[in-house]
């Protein structure tokens, strides 16, 4: 047997409180019409006595019979599953027969009708006001135990919602934790190498260049774990960077950076600018004998921050690049942190190899 309990819903407090307040509003109405009608200031036609006795009966049998299924519900409903319909329909006719009986008096009381036509008039009214209380009654109760579950059920999908996007958020930041966790030692590795090559040659240049290696080793260890670092931050590890590999290779690698002033604050995804600049020091200059020249430029255009690495080498295509690759790790970056709205593009400009990172503001 299904459960048509009123059981409390969301808005409970103020459902309770509006019917409080028309409750309230009709049984002012009803008083004050009976009292004026029973002092004779105001006569009702036949339709207007009708409808007077409608809404009598109906505010006698329908606030009681209100209250009573709400508190029934509330303390038998979880008690008596299978039994509360059936004291729901009890419940129900007793209060049209307590009801009906209260009407009838209050009509007779105001002379609507004879006194010697109460018991008349109760008999008759009775078994209709049964029928129509208990109708209405479990419709009543029926429609707010639907109007409960629906919205007890969309409650339950919004904190299921909640929950998923919280779980994929934590996976996503263990995802970028990991990401991050790779690029930072790699990215140390190739540095260390670079002052490796000098030993040999100037030992005490590579002693000097170890000096600015520790902020690159102070940054990978204090990396913002957020997903995201100032781009002041970003091009001061560039800065440092370039020139250890600048002792390596000397005049074979020429940089030029050309960032607005305004852009300093912006958050970029830690290491991103200096994976460009790595590949390009690594893949260019490395292996031409003339060297290269890298340019870093940035702008912000339609809300969206672009970032840009030329050099003056043959260029790549991302297709190739593998996930395990610098450029690779950077994509899979980009795409946790931004989604669809975070891009890498390679294209060739001027005879130039443009490096572009893109994404919103």
């Known amino acids: 047997m299904n459960d048509l309990s009123p059981k409390p819903g969301l808005n409970e407090d103020f459902t309770t409180m509006l019917f409080r307040v028309v409750s309230a509003i009709c049984a002012v109405a009803l008083f004050v019409v009976a009292v004026l009608f029973s002092l004779g200031i105001i006569r009702l036609s036949e339709t207007g006595t009708t409808v007077l006795t409608a809404f009598v009966y109906s505010i006698t049998i329908g ?16 008690k008596f599953p299978r039994l509360v319909v ?4 009890l419940a129900l006719v007793g209060m049209a027969t307590f009801g009906c009986l209260a ?6 009381a105001v002379g609507v009708f004879p006194r010697a036509m109460y018991w008349q008039r109760f008999r008759a009214n009775l078994p209709f006001c049964i029928v129509i209380t208990i109708v209405t009654g479990l419709v009543m109760a029926a429609y707010h135990t639907l109007l409960y579950k629906l919205q007890a059920a969309t409650l339950e999908l919004r904190t299921r919602q909640v929950e998923q996007e919280r779980a994929y958020k934590l996976l996503a930041e263990a995802r970028l934790s990991s990401l991050e966790s790779r690029i930072h030692p ?9 002052i490796a090559a000098l030993i040999p040659r100037d030992p005490q240049l590579a002693e000097d260049t170890v000096g600015k290696l520790a902020s690159l080793l102070r940054f990978s260890l204090n990396a913002n774990h957020s997903g995201l670092a100032p ?5 001061k590890i560039i800065r440092d960077y370039l020139e250890i590999e ?4 000397g ?9 607005p002033e305004a852009l300093q604050d912006v958050n970029v995804p830690p290491l991103a600018l200096q994976s460009l600049v790595e590949n390009a020091v690594k893949h260019v200059v ?3 004998s003339q060297g290269a020249a890298i340019r870093i430029t940035g702008a912000q255009e339609a809300g969206r921050i672009l970032l840009e690495v030329s050099d003056d080498g043959p260029g790549f295509a991302l297709d190739a690049i593998t996930p395990e690759h610098g450029l690779g790790n950077l994509i899979a970056r980009l795409e946790l942190l931004f989604g669809g709205d975070g891009r890498l593009e390679v294209t060739r400009k001027n005879e130039k190899t443009v490096v572009r990172l893109s994404f919103p503001a």
């Open 103 to 108: 009407a009838s008096f209050l009509l007779q």
């Open 186 to 194: 790699h990215f140390l590795f190739n540095t260390l190498n670079s």
């Open 286 to 288: 490395s292996e031409r």
């Open 246 to 249: 600048q002792t390596r290779f």
């Open 63 to 78: 606030m009681p019979s209100a209250f009573l299924l709400h508190w029934l519900g509330h303390f038998f409903s979880d």
């Open 231 to 235: 781009l002041s931050q970003e091009l």
């Open 86 to 89: 059936l004291m729901y329909a």
């Open 251 to 259: 005049p074979r690698l020429r940089y030029e950076i050309a960032i």
